[in-house]
């Protein structure tokens, strides 16, 4: 990835939006677009009932598409991964895995969605007038939900195989051929919303069958009938990649589920009805979602170009193309927010027309419910902004804030006060909110930006390499923080005359890839809780894979050069095949942990247990996430010692004749052989 690296860290920050913001936006848009066509069209052919009942179906999509995401998103982020990591039938297992998945879910929530239409209707607000209108519309699309979430999940898989045009390609064909469909379905057949039921699942096979095509063509791996078999390990694995895109889709079903049985109890109490408030909150929701795609596209293509330049601390590079970032996205919502203002009645008759009542409440609903929306143009950059840096918490917290934290109390709390205008209050108090939160922590971050530069303390390890082995042997050493891990390392290092690899391995992966040494010191071995949230693999890997795959690159050239002493980054996952290899664990108890953080970094102890806590936390999400196995579980391991029970240096001592006894089995298999 050293061309690319070279293009992130060096090439005009307008152009490198230009290659990645676009495909991305039109993608986005794409999705936005597919359900407001289908909406104009039963707008004008059955009226703001049939659109009503499209808004209560509605939800029940979006809950396949939040597992259909999460295989296509978890599968391809598993696809990029592997490959970096040289391990091209392990990323066919897994895209194999997420495709399987995805194809069993599908079905399942197609006969449950089936079964159980009417009862999941009643969950999503649906009233009397409405339901004959959803249940036809609802059965179809059911029917066409295996499609749907099968294509979508190959959708994800083909971007990063490397294809996002065809990607893009296969999507817009599905969306023209709906837009082609719904008026003849609609108009012509006299089918209503059953019609554009029919129009949409028939636009969703085109896009599932142009992407099962793909299949055959895959670039980078190849499979066959016998990669598609379930392996739970795998299928986990995938699952947890793709948690982030799931969690965010299902935030958005929460949202819909609480507002339209608000809708429908105060709307039945205000002069507007029930079914006038679902209609149009559901048709300003879809059209503030074309105003986030924008914003989330233009941002989502900076991700790379800001996680990159912050990586190697080019902060200023960060800075601009963050300014760039916020000031096309304040543009946008600003001509949003004037367009929602001034003619909100245009806005609303290209979905139909309706009664003085519809038109009433669907101007009120634009200029009160997004009243502030030109916020989006600072939140929505700053979530993902926090994302590219490897904020995970405040990622987490931003991309949450205005759906689930602000949003869905303020229309509980609203609503009981002031009824229908509560909830419509509830969407600028909820922009709102956010914005002031997203505003602090961006200020925040960027005052930090850069100010205090620390010079890197990264040594080369200065072992001695008079090597007494006649074997070429490899011995990895995880240990706890604290534990005196690399002290022992060390010094079986000395005592056998070989190298010791850990601090080395900083500066060469910084050369290879220009981040800044200080960069990766901080953020290697490290792996937060809630980083599975703060996954962003519309472009492939980000800096932490990055860091892991290159730095397993190092650990088995050096491997298969030298004996050596490799100190933590999974070394013994890596090389685990291996029949040379030893694999130690170093512990201790925290008392004694505690006492040589105290003694070596000057720490109090609150504070030292503190961090030896938060360093084995880190350490172990870290090594569950990338080999799949429990950090500190014994079975991972030639010999787990506690180096308080012996002591560091006769810990060496045993070490070193595992070493020796070792040598004495690879002679003997030799001769064998």
């Known amino acids: 990835m050293e061309n690319e690296e070279n293009i992130l860290g060096k090439e005009k920050i307008g152009k490198l939006m230009r290659k990645f913001s676009i495909p991305c936006i039109i993608s986005l848009l794409v999705n936005s677009l597919y359900n407001i066509v289908d909406q104009i069209f039963i707008g004008w052919g059955v009226g703001y009932l049939g659109n009503g009942a499209t808004n209560i179906v509605f939800p029940i999509t979006m809950i396949c598409l939040a597992f259909a995401l999460m295989f296509g998103d978890g599968s391809s982020a598993y696809l990029s991964l592997k490959l970096g990591e040289k391990k091209k039938d392990e990323a066919t297992k897994g895209v194999a895995n997420g495709i399987i998945i995805s194809t069993i879910i599908s079905i399942i929530l197609c006969i449950l969605t089936l079964i159980f239409l009417q009862p999941l209707l009643n969950v999503f607000g649906c009233t009397d007038n409405l339901r004959e209108y959803a249940i036809g519309y609802g059965r179809i699309i059911a029917i066409g939900l295996p ?97 982030s895109s799931f969690i965010t889709q299902m935030s958005f079903v929460v949202v819909m589920a609480v507002e339209n049985n608000l809708l429908v109890k105060y709307g039945a109490q205000s002069k507007y009805g029930s079914e006038i408030p679902i209609t149009v909150i559901g048709i300003v929701m879809k059209i503030n979602q074309i105003l986030n795609s924008i914003i989330v596209g233009i941002s989502v293509g900076a991700q790379p170009i800001i996680g990159y330049n912050y990586g190697a601390e080019k902060y200023d590079r960060v800075k601009k193309a963050l300014k760039l970032v916020l000031r096309l996205g304040v543009i946008i919502s600003t001509i949003a927010f004037i367009l929602f203002q001034t003619i909100p009645d245009k806005l609303i008759a290209i979905f139909g027309s309706g009664d003085q009542k519809y038109m009433d409440f669907a101007c009120l609903a634009f200029r009160t419910y997004l009243m502030l929306c030109i916020c989006n143009g600072i939140q929505i950059p700053s979530g993902i902004f926090f994302q590219a840096i490897g904020k995970s918490t405040k990622s987490a917290i931003l991309s949450l804030s205005r759906q689930v934290l602000f949003l869905i109390p303020s229309m509980i709390i609203l609503s009981n006060m002031f009824g229908i205008n509560g909830i419509l209050s509830s969407g600028p108090v909820a922009d709102g909110l956010a914005f002031i939160i997203a505003t602090i922590l961006l200020l925040k971050e960027l005052k930090q930006l850069g100010g205090v530069k620390s010079q890197s303390q990264t040594l080369v390890d200065d072992t001695s390499t008079d090597n007494q082995l006649e074997k070429h042997i490899v011995i990895t050493l995880s240990r706890e923080y604290g534990s005196g891990g690399r002290y022992v390392g060390r010094l079986i290092a000395d005592k056998l005359g070989i190298k010791l690899y850990d601090k080395d391995f900083v500066i060469k992966v910084a050369k290879e890839t220009g981040l800044t040494e200080e960069y990766i010191e901080n953020n290697e071995q490290k792996r937060k809780t809630l980083s599975s949230l703060n996954n962003g693999y519309y472009f492939g890997l980000n800096n932490g894979d990055e860091l892991y795959i290159k730095e397993s690159e190092l650990i088995k050239e050096v491997a298969d050069n030298e004996s050596c002493v490799i100190i933590g980054r999974c070394a013994d996952s890596i090389l685990h095949e291996r029949d040379n290899v030893i694999k130690v664990f170093v512990y201790s108890d925290m008392e004694h942990k505690i006492k040589r953080a105290t003694e070596i970094y000057g720490f109090n102890k609150e504070k030292a247990e503190k961090e030896i806590k938060r360093i084995d936390k880190l350490r172990a999400n870290h090594y569950k996430y990338y080999t799949e196995k429990q950090w500190a579980d014994h079975s991972n391991y030639d010999i787990c010692i506690n180096s308080d029970t012996l002591g560091v240096e006769k810990a060496a001592d045993l070490i070193c004749e595992m070493v020796k006894e070792k040598e004495t089995q690879l002679k003997l298999k030799e001769s064998i052989a």
Not at 155 to 173: E, K, L, Q
């Open 147 to 243: 499609f749907m979430m099968i294509g979508t999940t190959l959708n994800s898989i083909i971007r990063a195989d490397g294809s996002p045009n065809y990607s893009m390609t296969s999507m817009v064909s599905g969306a023209i051929l709906n837009t082609i469909l719904d008026p003849i379905f609609i108009f012509i057949f006299k089918m209503g919303v059953e019609g554009a039921a029919i129009a949409t699942i028939l636009s969703q096979f085109i896009t599932f069958i142009l992407n099962v095509i793909y299949i055959k063509k895959f670039k980078t791996i190849r499979l066959t009938k016998q990669s598609f078999k379930i392996q739970l390990g795998t299928a986990k694995r995938v699952l947890l990649l793709g948690i």
